[in-house]
């Protein structure tokens, strides 16, 4: 399906481009803590530890001012003292409120991140391109139909639609068992990972149009190409031809939204788990929601730190997408591809 | 066509939109598991007192009924009562439109004034300094989420230095305005107000400012390699009119476009960023309602929600066909 010019391009771009090289570092740093994250994260992400609480990250000491009251002969004496807290080596970016360690739920979390923006992307595309493929090909009611649809989906912002689903859906989600942890590794860490069903499935849902409206697009200016009218006037049925002609040619678009998507549905799950519309207690989104109540009183990485862990996954992200984009353009190999 | 009949068609296809969003809102308590009586019903609510109340809602009707009726009110503005409050739908959600609309309006003044000088600037000066740092921040912009950067600016200019509120809505726009003739102190007035709006508009206009920087970068690098730049500055133009007059023209076009269509995340942002800033807002009162399962609330938000992208988007459509008329005889 790719072609040798679209390789050339692809490496050219690469080579050329220190944008495009920081991009796939990054990715590959948070899909390899995400996979690996029980033998990655040196403590147990929900393993809490109250003694350690609120402890800063290396290089940061905290002073905070405690207030005791204490009985004194019968008379209530209230003592303030500036008490220091140090960061620990075995807490890298500190501990939250809980005591539990920041660097483990931050790597447990980018499981969460892009296991939903994967599989969310993935349905999206699933349901959305083959119904703009058929759109497109056939024209007529099915593509009007589509279009409307499409228009009438674009008019709610995504984030409204994915909780106002997600309230009426209620929000499932199903523990699956870790399979290092399963096959005896890293005991200590948790056994099983939730997986935010309900999440994904409303992500995909919210999502679809985009991927529809980029395959129609497509689909409409191949369908009058000279190979697929040769297809045709051999006898190949529609589907064959959808299948084999028209979505080949496709791909290459697909795959720039495909990666945007990705980005953006990661984003949005953040936002679903900071709002509490989520499943798992060990993503990105809900920590900095936990991290938040912590802002007034000056612990700033408990809602820093996964912060900043969204901004390195989806600038890594984006900035391979902008490589596609720049190595791929649809709007330069017009027809090109396979 | 003529632009009149342009706009015709496009505020009836805006009709039919806004029809579809009804329609799918409507729909979208049938899909909801336990139905909308068990919302308003006590717990322990026998038989009779739930057909009753279902009754009392129209639940009883055959599903065309109860959508025809729905369509009647909603024609007549009525958008149904509260289950919770008790309030009008309609009086609820209009007393929270403004709030939205103020902040919306404000990010994007804060995303426009922002983003075209960066974009220009940059696009200009490609491949200097100020162009890195351009691109950086707009990378940065549209990877970081609207809520945690709203957190890190209360944390850093509201908590440590002061400078802002933290939360809450204090004055409105309008009595800013109203201050300018009236007895209330203008500056105090003014400042109480950017005191609690900027950080909020900053936050929701991030993402925005970032989008669009890329946006007229690119575009005006595009515009600037064109023939009629060339043609523009063999016969002598100063460059400022050839940057300005002609070639940001060009690229502000397809960039209104996008502002339209991205519409719907920036009121989806404002949901989130009012979330974060305690601000009294649609979307403090879309979550409220969800976590309430009050779904008249819910619908008549969504519903005003989607109509406002709609009426939006015609506007943007009305404005592109002034300024570039080939797209009415699209």
Redesign the interface.
């Known amino acids: 399906m790719v072609s040798d010019r679209v390789r050339r391009n692809l490496a050219s771009e690469f080579r050329s481009s220190v944008?495009a090289k920081l991009g796939v570092v990054l990715v590959l740093l948070v899909v390899f803590v995400a996979i690996f994250a029980p033998f990655v994260a040196p403590h147990n992400p929900t393993t809490q530890d109250l003694d350690n609480a609120e402890r800063p990250p290396l290089g940061i000491v905290q002073t905070e001012e405690r207030t005791t009251s204490e009985m004194v002969d019968g008379e209530v004496q209230t003592v303030t003292e500036t008490v220091t807290i140090r960061p620990d080596a075995a807490h890298p970016l500190g501990t939250d409120g809980l005591g539990r360690d920041m660097l483990s739920r931050v790597i447990y979390g980018a499981r969460t991140s892009l296991i939903v923006g994967v599989l969310g992307t993935v349905l999206a595309a699933t349901v959305g391109v083959p119904i703009g493929l058929i759109a497109g090909y056939y024209r007529g009611r099915i593509d009007d139909g589509l279009m409307?649809?499409a228009?009438?989906?674009?008019?709610?912002?995504?984030?409204?639609l994915a909780?106002?689903l997600?309230?009426?859906?209620?929000r499932a989600s199903v523990a699956v068992p870790d399979p290092f942890v399963a096959a005896g590794f890293a005991q200590e860490m948790p056994a099983t990972f939730v997986l935010p069903g309900t999440v994904i499935v409303v992500v995909g849902v919210v999502n679809w149009v985009w991927f529809a409206r980029i395959a129609r697009g497509e689909a409409l200016s191949l369908r009058d190409q000279e190979y697929v009218k040769a297809a045709r006037a051999l006898g190949a049925d529609d589907g064959r031809i959808i299948a084999g002609h028209v979505l080949p040619n496709a791909i290459t678009p697909i795959i720039v939204l495909g990666t945007v998507q990705v980005?953006a549905i990661i984003?949005l799950e953040?936002?679903l788990s900071?709002?509490g519309f989520s499943g798992t207690t060990l993503s990105w989104?809900f920590d900095?929601s936990q991290?938040?109540d912590y802002?007034?009183s000056?612990q700033?990485w408990i809602?820093?730190m996964?912060?900043l862990a969204?901004?390195v996954a989806?600038?890594g992200i984006?900035?391979i997408g902008d490589w596609l984009r720049d190595a791929l353009d649809p709007g330069i190999q017009g027809e090109g591809g396979a | 066509m003529s632009q009149g009949r342009f706009i015709a068609k496009r505020v009836l296809?805006g009709v039919?939109?806004?029809w579809?969003?009804v329609s799918?809102v409507f729909l979208?308590r049938f899909?909801?598991?336990g139905s909308a009586i068990n919302a308003v019903a006590p717990l322990d609510a026998d038989r009779e007192t739930r057909q009753a109340i279902a009754r009392e809602l129209g639940l009883n009707q055959p599903l065309h009924v109860q959508y025809g009726d729905y369509l009647v009110s909603l024609l007549q503005g009525d958008m149904g009562f509260s289950y919770v409050r008790g309030q009008e739908v309609t009086t609820l959600v209009f007393s929270k439109l403004p709030a939205t609309v103020e902040l919306a309006v404000a990010a994007t003044v804060v995303a426009i004034g922002l983003s075209i000088p960066l974009g220009v600037v940059s696009a200009t000066r490609r491949n200097q300094p100020v162009d890195w740092l351009a691109t950086l921040f707009s990378?940065?912009g549209?990877?970081?989420?609207n809520?945690?950067?709203g957190?890190?600016l209360?944390?850093v200019l509201a908590?440590q230095l002061g400078i802002f509120q933290?939360s809450g809505r204090a004055v409105a726009a309008v009595e800013v305005a109203a201050a300018v003739v009236g007895p209330a102190s203008f500056v105090k007035t003014l400042r109480l107000w950017l005191a609690h709006i900027t950080l909020p508009a900053v936050a929701l206009g991030t993402y925005f400012t970032a989008l669009v920087t890329r946006l007229t970068r690119s575009g005006m690098l595009d515009e600037l390699g064109k023939p009629y730049v060339r043609a523009a500055r063999a016969k002598g133009l100063p460059e400022a009119v050839v940057r300005y007059k002609h070639a940001l023209r060009n690229t502000l076009i397809p960039v209104i476009t996008v502002l339209g269509?991205q519409l719907?995340?920036?009121?989806?942002?404002a949901?989130?960023t009012e979330?974060?800033f305690s601000w009294p807002g649609l979307g403090t009162l879309?979550?409220r309602s969800?976590?309430l399962?009050d779904w008249p609330v819910?619908q008549g938000s969504?519903i005003v929600?989607?109509?406002s992208?709609?009426l939006v988007n015609i506007l943007v459509d009305v404005v592109y066909s002034s300024l570039d008329p080939r797209v009415v005889n699209d």
Request: charged share 5%.
């Open positions: 944008l409307r649809f228009d009438v989906s674009l008019a709610f912002p995504s984030l409204v909780i106002a997600i309230g009426l859906w209620g980005a984003l953040s936002s900071f709002l989104g900095i991290g938040r802002v007034s000056g700033w809602a820093g996964p912060g969204i901004m989806v600038i984006n900035l | 296809q039919g939109v806004v579809g969003v799918i979208l899909i909801t598991p990378l940065a549209i990877s970081t989420p809520f945690w950067l957190i890190m209360i944390l908590v933290t269509l719907g995340t920036l009121i989806g942002g949901v989130i979330a974060v879309v979550i969800i976590n399962r819910l969504l929600i989607g109509t992208f709609v």
